[in-house]
């Protein structure tokens, strides 16, 4: 997918008015400022960071299919795919992230592109407090087996994840379904044709399963 092609998937799949348009305009341009104090996104993807990072983030939003609640992004690093998910709709977004730099600029940005929807949770996955999810994300947080542990406390069985797994989708599903059951499917990205995305819901422990 080039740049034209991601701006213009993006106008026809989300119908993005002038307003939002700013809002993600203003998004790429203090992200691309920010690379000169922190490296949030690969260098090599700076060319491509409509195809490679906008674009990649919002095609999660209909994966999601009509959810009601707080969508929660794990290890938000740059805001992606959070604060993308958070311009394009109007749901609560939560940002989980635990390093200082990153969390402070997210802060930033919420308050720069205005997203009163957004809010960010400084530290480790683990310490947010219990909720339920409606949607989980996480863009490069972790290997599938340890990212379902470590956030099994944020959803139940209705809880929507929507996790990009790239090239290594199908093994990490593999992997992850020794300890965890549930409904598992591999999308492929629209962004690259050799990447994918695993949608699950209704996980639960194989060895609570196995145990009752």
Same mark, same amino acid.
């Given at each position: 997918?080039?740049?034209?092609?991601?701006r213009?998937?993006l106008?026809?799949r989300?119908?993005?008015?002038?307003e939002?348009w700013?809002?993600?305009?203003?998004?790429?341009a203090?992200?691309?400022?920010e690379?000169?104090?922190?490296?949030?996104?690969?260098?090599?993807?700076?060319?491509?960071?409509?195809?490679?990072h906008?674009?990649d983030?919002?095609?999660l939003?209909?994966?999601?299919?009509?959810?009601?609640?707080p969508?929660?992004?794990l290890?938000?690093?740059?805001?992606?795919p959070g604060i993308?998910?958070?311009?394009l709709?109007?749901?609560?977004?939560?940002m989980?992230?635990?390093?200082?730099?990153r969390?402070?600029f997210?802060?930033?940005?919420i308050q720069?592109?205005d =997203?009163p929807? $957004?809010?960010v949770?400084?530290g480790? %996955?683990?310490? @947010?407090?219990?909720?339920t999810?409606?949607?989980i !994300? *996480?863009?490069a947080?972790?290997?599938?087996?340890?990212?379902i542990?470590?956030?099994?406390?944020?959803?139940?069985?209705?809880?929507?994840w929507v996790?990009?797994k790239?090239r290594n989708?199908q093994?990490e =599903?593999?992997a $992850?379904?020794?300890?965890?059951?549930g %409904?598992?499917h @591999?999308?492929?990205?629209?962004?690259?044709a050799? !990447? *994918?995305?695993?949608?699950?819901?209704?996980?639960r422990?194989a060895r609570r399963?196995?145990?009752?």
């Amino acid at each position: 997918m080039t740049e034209e092609e991601a701006r213009q998937w993006l106008q026809v799949r989300f119908d993005v008015s002038r307003e939002t348009w700013q809002r993600l305009e203003r998004y790429v341009a203090i992200l691309l400022e920010e690379m000169g104090r922190q490296n949030l996104i690969a260098e090599s993807t700076r060319p491509q960071i409509w195809s490679r990072h906008i674009a990649d983030s919002a095609q999660l939003i209909p994966l999601a299919g009509n959810w009601q609640g707080p969508w929660v992004d794990l290890g938000s690093g740059a805001g992606l795919p959070g604060i993308v998910v958070a311009i394009l709709s109007q749901t609560p977004v939560q940002m989980v992230e635990s390093r200082r730099k990153r969390i402070d600029f997210l802060n930033s940005v919420i308050q720069a592109v205005d =997203l009163p929807n $957004a809010s960010v949770f400084g530290g480790r %996955v683990e310490a @947010v407090p219990p909720m339920t999810a409606a949607v989980i !994300s *996480a863009r490069a947080y972790a290997p599938l087996p340890k990212l379902i542990d470590s956030a099994a406390h944020l959803a139940d069985e209705k809880t929507i994840w929507v996790l990009p797994k790239g090239r290594n989708a199908q093994n990490e =599903l593999e992997a $992850a379904t020794r300890s965890w059951q549930g %409904v598992f499917h @591999v999308e492929r990205s629209v962004t690259d044709a050799d !990447s *994918a995305i695993i949608v699950a819901q209704a996980i639960r422990s194989a060895r609570r399963k196995a145990r009752g």
